[in-house]
């Protein structure tokens, strides 16, 4: 048995406005709205496939407080494709953000509702992504990380070091799953995180019950009776294990 990024869910004081942001950076279409929920993935696809990791972006009463530990990297082609991109971008509502970044060859932006992202430089192991180059998660820990994440999906570890490490699907396409050393500590619930998938025919609770012996626990954040599983990592980023498909 294993899993799979599937998709990240963002919450979003107001979830459609947020959403259609989303749709114009990515590209992509809204492919279902409902009461509180906004589906973004790329037009033409047929969920679940690696080439994408899908966003849902979820309604929630509370507003953002301080700097999310999980963001999303965007690719770029060329330097002139970087320029215009962060121009497009903020014309949409993007405005800079400055995490302490210095002096980088990438730009760091906040959307209108405050969440942080980078718009790359160009860099060749992100010509084939799409869109996201990578979903990026602040750690104290990248080892441990990468051991975790390594054994819960069946994702392929590329590089691992004291300061970072990177996950990419094991069919090689899509956005990788990055994990950077931080000095900041987690004090407030995620406002983005990680949704996993088993594969079609494994058993939902057998699935929980192997990610916590890998050191995952479970978490209360008031989502009642629902259909999936709401578990946390080693380092107590709140994640979902959604039903079989």
């Known amino acids: 048995m294993t899993t799979r990024l599937v998709q990240i869910a963002m919450n979003a004081r107001d979830d459609s406005t947020l959403g259609r942001f989303w749709a114009e950076v990515l590209g992509w279409g809204v492919d279902s709205e409902g009461p509180g929920v906004t589906n973004l993935e790329p037009v033409g696809f047929v969920y679940p496939d690696p080439v994408a990791v899908c966003v849902d972006v979820i309604r929630v009463p509370e507003p953002k407080t301080g700097k999310n530990r999980v963001h999303i990297d965007l690719a770029t082609t060329s330097a002139a494709h970087q320029a215009e991109l962060v121009a497009r971008l903020e014309a949409l509502g993007a405005t800079p953000a400055d995490v ?51 054994e819960a999906m069946d ?22 799953l990055e994990f950077i050393r931080t000095p900041d500590v987690k004090t407030v619930k995620n406002r983005i995180h990680l949704d996993l998938r088993p594969y079609p025919g494994d058993d939902h609770a057998a699935e929980a019950a192997r990610l916590r012996v890998l050191g995952a626990t479970d978490i209360d954040l008031g989502q009642g009776d629902v259909p999936w599983t709401v578990l946390a990592d080693p380092e107590g980023n709140e994640f979902c294990l959604l039903t079989p498909s």
Do not use: I
């Open 155 to 176: 994702w392929t570890l590329h590089e691992v070091t004291d300061g970072h490490a990177r996950l990419r699907s094991s069919k090689g396409v899509g956005p990788y």
């Open 100 to 150: 302490g970044q210095g002096d980088v060859p990438w730009t760091v932006l906040a959307d209108p509702e405050g969440n942080e992202f980078c718009v790359l430089e160009p860099r060749s192991m992100y010509r084939d992504t799409g869109p996201m180059a990578a979903v990026v998660v602040d750690c104290a820990d990248p080892r441990a990380m990468a051991r975790f994440w390594g």
